[in-house]
């Protein structure tokens, strides 16, 4: 089995940054796709974020030019920039991981609230 630890997040003023961590850890084979979800009150779940195996990256709309995904070997990062108010979200790391039993599944973390105050 598998399992996604995240830090980061908390509450920020409009216009300031922060960074989110997740790293993944157990009986890993290899991780494929790693990113970054959210959800706002009455919201869906929307992607945010995504980072390939190969370093491609692909973004939200809302988020290209303050955001910056990034990946250590099987842990990501979400740099957030010039954070805004409709940022505010409980935001989740993903994870496509193929476990030693050559398993492959989704993974998801616990979520880390994301508090931007304008």
């Known amino acids: 089995q598998a399992q996604l630890v995240e830090s980061g997040g908390g509450s920020v003023q409009a216009g300031g940054s922060l960074r989110l961590s997740c790293a993944a850890s157990?009986?890993?084979?290899?991780?494929?796709?790693m990113g970054w979800y959210r959800q706002a009150p009455g919201k869906q779940r929307e992607l945010v974020a995504g980072?390939?195996?190969?370093?491609s990256t692909n973004y939200a709309d809302s988020v290209k030019g303050r955001f910056t995904i990034s990946r250590d070997k099987n842990t990501v990062y979400l740099q957030m920039n010039s954070l805004k108010a409709e940022d505010t979200a409980l935001y989740y790391c993903?994870?496509?991981?193929?476990?030693?039993?050559?398993?492959?599944?989704?993974?998801w973390g616990q979520g880390t609230q994301v508090t931007v105050s304008s």
């Open positions: 980072i390939r195996s190969d370093g």
């Open positions: 993903n994870a496509d991981i193929v476990t030693m039993l050559l398993v492959t599944g989704g993974y």
């Open positions: 157990g009986r890993i084979f290899r991780v494929n796709t």
